[in-house]
């Protein structure tokens, strides 16, 4: 069984880009959260995507964006980059058809913003 | 709306002493409640969780938890602490609809002295 993988694993960019990280779900697993997560916080919902949808947005703008293609994997896309972006970037998968939410994460992809 | 609140942000026991981690939730729904760990420099590992079956769960790497309704609590303990469980630990809330969202608390920084 594969594991949620993340890429790249870490990233600088500088204010103002754009940037797009990549997450290939687990073996089975059909949707995609996203999280950031802060420096000495904890993860914060961005979103859900299930087939190729999203299902569901947490309280960011919507520079942040994302994807979900027909193999389940993901991305998420955020533009017109802040020094506030700079975190974290977790991804998880699950099986939504199992109706828990549990949700496997990846190792992250650490975004640094100048 | 859902929160958590994670009483403690650093928690500090000697190998071989009790653990426990504190969390109290607030859902105006049945919850399903979680707890994960994250070591440096990695994503979060799921320990245990809670779906509306036994009130008592166990997890991994000899963690449990026990679900009180009555006292909106979730925490999380170890009989018998070992240098390994050095972590940072979250609590996480979600709802039983589709949303796939988790609610993070804090976290909790547990350090196992020798």
């Known amino acids: 069984e594969t594991g949620v993988t993340q890429s790249p694993t870490h990233l600088i960019k500088t204010r103002g880009q754009q940037v797009t990280l990549r997450c290939s779900s687990q073996s089975g697993h059909n949707t995609v959260s996203w999280y950031q997560q802060a420096l000495g916080q904890g993860p914060q919902f961005i979103f859900q995507y299930y087939r190729e949808e999203e299902n569901g947005r947490g309280n960011f703008p919507p520079r942040f964006s994302g994807l979900q293609f027909p193999n389940y994997s993901s991305e998420l896309n955020v533009n017109a980059l802040e020094l506030d972006d700079s975190a974290l970037y977790l991804c998880a998968s699950s099986l939504a058809e199992t109706g828990l939410n549990e949700q496997y994460f990846g190792p992250g992809t650490r975004l640094t913003v100048t | 709306a859902q929160s958590v609140t994670q009483l403690g942000s650093h928690v500090s026991v000697s190998e071989g002493a009790l653990v426990l981690l504190r969390c109290n939730y607030s859902?105006?729904?049945?919850?399903?409640l979680f707890w994960y760990v994250q070591y440096p420099n990695q994503g979060l590992q799921l320990l245990l969780k809670y779906t509306s079956a036994a009130t008592l769960v166990k997890g991994i790497n000899g963690f449990e938890a026990e679900f009180k309704k009555s006292e909106t609590s979730f925490h999380l303990t170890k009989p018998s602490a070992h240098m390994s469980d050095a972590a940072e630990y979250f609590c996480?809330?979600?709802?039983?609809?589709?949303?796939?969202?988790?609610?993070f608390g804090q976290g909790t920084t547990l350090q196992v002295k020798p």
């Open positions: 996480a809330v979600s709802d039983r609809g589709n949303t796939g969202k988790l609610i």
């Open positions: 859902s105006s729904v049945p919850p399903y």
